[in-house]
């Protein structure tokens, strides 16, 4: 492992996986680096080129850039998000890759980059937090220049199993009612976690100019013991700074007393159990 991974494989560790075991915590790094590793050969970068990670967060893509490339390319961190930028500027740090490295904070709706700047435009997982998708697509298609490519990973989170799948209905008080809530907020069109498709990317990217437009629909499935702490997690940790976590989603169907109880029956039903979850992920390659 380099250096650069290191380091940021250790911070992860530290601050958003602290609260996993290390086998969830290595299941978790090896998917999130298969990842990375499609995005990045979509992407197809090479030297010499101008490169951005827009919604970097953790920085997982950057990271990966520099990793394989170091100083010979030109890459820029962009986030809306400064507390993020400075994540990645601490991990940075601890390197000796500092140069032709940028970082940019900036809406993926208002990108400050002038037109046609950009060879590579890359995000993971931004979308999902995003409600109007298509200025998205339209201002990284202006800031990339012509054969420039977009490459991307999306988590298709309305796919996804839902709670009430995963539990024993009987071992729930008002199964019913806690499995309509859930369908009911995870269809909501108004929702940016949940309100795209695969196809609905397909079309956003055409409308935007792009062609030669790839979106593959994967199934990933997993299955991992599910402990209380992480479990708890599942509902208390929001999936972005300015999004509701699930207890306040079910909050608004439901006093805070019957979700509790809700939230502590799913512990007790599924704590140290070995459970199977189905994600669907879309990765996505366009071309200017």
């Not at 988590?155 to 839902?162: F, G, K, Y």
């Not at 479990?231 to 169907?253: C, G, H, S, V």
Request: glycine share 4%; net charge negative.
């Amino acid at each position: 492992m380099s250096e650069i991974c290191k380091n940021w494989s250790t911070w992860l560790k530290k601050t958003r996986f602290a609260y996993m075991d290390e086998v969830q915590i290595q299941q978790t790094l090896n998917w999130l680096l298969s990842v990375r590793n499609q995005v990045l050969g979509l992407a197809d970068i090479k030297d010499g080129l101008k490169v951005a990670d827009f919604g970097c967060g953790s920085g997982l893509l950057g990271f990966g850039v520099l990793e394989k490339f170091e100083d010979r390319v030109e890459l820029i961190f962009s986030d809306k998000f400064q507390d993020c930028l400075d994540e990645c500027q601490k991990i940075l740090s601890n390197t000796e890759c500092k140069s032709n490295v940028k970082f940019l904070q900036s809406d993926l709706a208002d990108i400050k980059l002038e037109n046609g700047y950009l060879d590579r435009a890359m995000t993971r997982s931004v979308l999902v937090h995003i409600k109007e998708k298509q200025p998205v697509f339209d201002e990284l298609y202006r800031v990339l220049k012509d054969g420039g490519i977009y490459a991307s990973f999306e988590p298709i989170i309305s796919q996804n199993t839902r709670y009430y799948e995963l539990v024993d209905s009987d071992n729930i008080s008002c199964y019913n009612e806690f499995k309509n809530a859930e369908k009911e907020f995870m269809e909501n069109p108004l929702d940016p976690l949940v309100n795209f498709t695969a196809e609905s990317l397909d079309k956003n990217m055409e409308n935007s100019g792009f062609s030669d437009v790839k979106v593959n629909l994967q199934k990933v499935k997993s299955e991992y013991v599910a402990h209380k702490d992480a479990i708890l997690n599942w509902f208390i940790t929001p999936p972005a700074p300015d999004q509701k976590t699930m207890k306040e989603r079910f909050l608004a169907y439901f006093d805070e007393k019957k979700v509790d109880n809700f939230i502590n029956e799913v512990v007790l039903n599924l704590k140290d159990k070995m459970i199977k979850i189905e994600s669907n992920v879309a990765l996505i390659k366009a071309v200017k």
